[in-house]
C-alpha cells in the first residue's frame, strides 16, 4: 500500500536546488579560495561523532547540547550524535590525524552540514551548512586577526556590504571566575524578574545571562567583562585589535557579546548583518579555545577559529541584491528529431563533449516541444538531426541567441563547437 500523503522532507530541513545551488557554488568556491590564500587546507571529518565529544566539547549546559542535539543510540549501543558544530571534531581530527606532530599552528578548513533541532523559522534550519576555518596548535593573538581577516575577506569577495565584525574578549580560565561572580552577585537580587530560561542560566552558566533576549535591559546595566580581564588576556585582546586596525578591519567592541557555545576563552567575535541584526542572528562567529583539546581529553593546545553559515550568508547576498547568473545545464543540446535514433543522438553527445558540456534530449516529444525546452534551458547551441541526416552523419547546428543554423559533419563538431 502507498502512503495516503506523499512523503515530503522532514521539517526544518530544505533542499537547495538548480538555480539557487549555483549560488552556493560561488560561495563556496569563494571560502575555499581566501582559505587557501592564506595557506589553510581542507579536511573533512565525519558527520557522526561520539555524544561525549560534542557534549564535553560544546557544554552540558549549552542550547546546542540541552535542546538541539540530535542524539541516538546506533545498533551497537553506542550514543552517537549528528555534529552540530565541527570545532570539536576537527580538535580531535588532529590529534587523531598526528597533526599536532606537524608544523603549528595545523591551519584547517571545512565545509559541510551540521545539525541543530533548533525551532524552524526563516534563517534557522535544522540542517545548516557551514564555512568552518581553525588554526590549531598555537597561542598568538595574530592567528585570531587572521582568522578574522579570512572571514572579513570571504564577505567582501562575496560582495556583501552590509557585515559589521563585532569583537570582544571574555577571558580564560584565570580572570573569568571572578568575572562569573561579579555577574553572580549582579544578577541575584534580579532574579524574579528574570524569564524562566534566564533564570537557568543563572544557576549553571551566568555569562549566557548577557545573552538573554528578554531581559536584555538588565544586560545593558551589567558589568562588562572587560573590566576584569588579567594582564595576560587584556594584552592578547589589545594585540588582536591592534592586528585589526593595520589590517584595515573595522569593529565594533561589544563587552555583552558571548558565544553560545563553551569552549570560547580570551577573543571571541560575530559578524552581524544589518538586515538580520541581533546576536541570535549572526552571518557567523568564533573565537580562541585554549582550553577545548584538554576538555576532550588531549594534551592542552591552544587554537583559534570561526564558522560562518552558508545558508544566511547565501540569503544575505540575495538580500543585497548580488546577482549570480546561473549557467545553462549544458552548452549544447543534442535533438534527434524522429523513433529510433539514441544512438546516433548518443554518439552525437559524445563527440560535442569532446569540448564543450552537451545533453542529449531522448524524449519522444516533438520536434517543437524539444526546442522549446533548448530555449528554457539557455542552451547556445542546439545540434538537431533527422534518420537521413544520421545516415549521413550530419547535423543542424543551430545557433540559439542569432537563430544561424548550418550543416555540420558530426567530425567536424569538436571545431564548430569550440569558438
Ligand atoms: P556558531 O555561532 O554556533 O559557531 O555557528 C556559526 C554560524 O553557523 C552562525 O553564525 C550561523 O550563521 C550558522 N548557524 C548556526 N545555527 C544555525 C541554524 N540553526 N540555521 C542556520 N544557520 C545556523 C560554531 O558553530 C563554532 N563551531 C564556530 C567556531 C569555529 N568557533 C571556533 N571555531
Not at 139 to 159: C, H, M, Q, R, T
Not at 203 to 227: F, G, Q, S, W
Not at 344 to 369: C, N, T, W, Y
Request: with cysteine.
Amino acid at each position: 500500500m502507498p502512503p495516503s500523503q506523499p512523503i515530503r522532507a522532514t521539517r526544518g530541513v530544505r533542499d537547495i536546488l538548480p538555480p539557487e545551488r549555483a549560488v552556493w557554488q560561488v560561495a563556496e568556491a569563494a571560502a575555499a579560495a581566501i582559505a587557501e590564500r592564506f595557506g589553510y587546507q581542507e579536511i573533512e571529518t565525519p558527520i557522526i561523532e561520539p555524544a561525549e565529544l560534542v557534549e564535553r566539547g560544546v557544554g552540558e549546559s549549552t542550547d546546542v547540547v540541552t535542546k538541539e542535539l540530535y542524539k541516538f543510540q546506533d545498533p551497537g549501543k553506542r550514543w552517537l550524535v549528528l555534529r552540530p558544530e565541527g570545532t570539536a571534531g576537527a580538535v580531535r581530527a588532529y590529534f587523531e590525524g598526528h597533526l599536532n606532530q606537524g608544523p603549528q599552528p595545523a591551519r584547517l578548513y571545512l565545509m559541510g552540514p551540521m545539525f541543530r533541532h533548533d525551532r524552524p523559522q526563516a534563517g534557522r534550519y535544522r540542517q545548516l551548512y557551514q564555512f568552518d576555518v581553525e588554526a590549531i596548535g598555537d597561542d598568538s593573538p595574530a592567528y585570531d586577526a587572521e582568522v578574522i581577516e579570512i572571514a572579513w575577506n570571504w564577505f567582501k569577495d562575496l560582495g556583501l556590504n552590509g557585515v559589521n565584525l563585532q569583537l570582544n574578549s571574555i577571558g580564560d580560565a584565570k580572570c573569568r571566575p571572578a568575572y562569573r561572580q561579579a555577574l553572580l552577585d549582579y544578577y541575584r537580587p534580579l532574579k524574579d524578574k528574570l524569564d524562566a530560561d534566564c533564570q537557568r542560566r543563572l544557576e549553571i552558566n551566568p555569562l549566557r545571562l548577557l545573552d538573554c533576549k528578554t531581559d536584555a535591559k538588565y544586560a545593558a546595566e551589567a558589568p562588562k567583562v572587560t573590566d576584569y580581564l588579567c594582564d595576560e588576556c587584556r594584552a592578547a585582546f589589545a594585540e588582536v585589535r591592534r592586528l585589526l586596525d593595520a589590517a584595515g578591519i573595522e569593529y565594533r567592541l561589544n563587552p555583552r557579546l558571548v558565544r553560545g557555545l563553551d569552549y570560547y576563552t580570551r577573543t571571541a567575535f560575530e559578524f552581524w548583518h544589518e538586515a538580520i541584526g541581533g546576536a541570535q542572528n549572526a552571518l557567523g562567529g568564533g573565537g580562541r579555545y585554549d582550553g577545548l583539546a584538554a576538555e576532550l581529553g588531549w594534551p592542552a593546545t591552544p587554537a583559534v577559529g570561526f564558522a560562518a553559515g552558508l545558508d544566511r550568508t547565501v540569503a544575505m547576498m540575495h538580500e543585497e541584491g548580488i546577482e549570480i547568473v546561473a549557467k545553462p545545464p549544458a552548452d549544447v543540446l543534442v535533438v534527434p528529431d524522429g523513433p529510433d535514433l539514441a544512438v546516433a543522438a548518443a554518439e552525437v553527445g559524445r563527440i560535442s563533449r569532446q569540448v564543450r558540456p552537451a545533453m542529449v534530449d531522448f524524449s519522444d516529444r516533438s520536434l517543437k516541444a524539444k526546442m522549446r525546452a533548448a530555449d528554457r534551458f539557455g542552451c547556445r547551441w542546439v545540434a538537431i538531426f533527422n534518420a537521413d541526416e544520421a545516415r549521413r552523419k550530419v547535423v543542424q547546428l543551430r545557433e540559439m541567441a542569432s537563430g544561424e543554423q548550418r550543416e555540420v559533419a558530426w567530425q567536424d563538431l569538436p571545431e564548430a563547437l569550440a569558438s
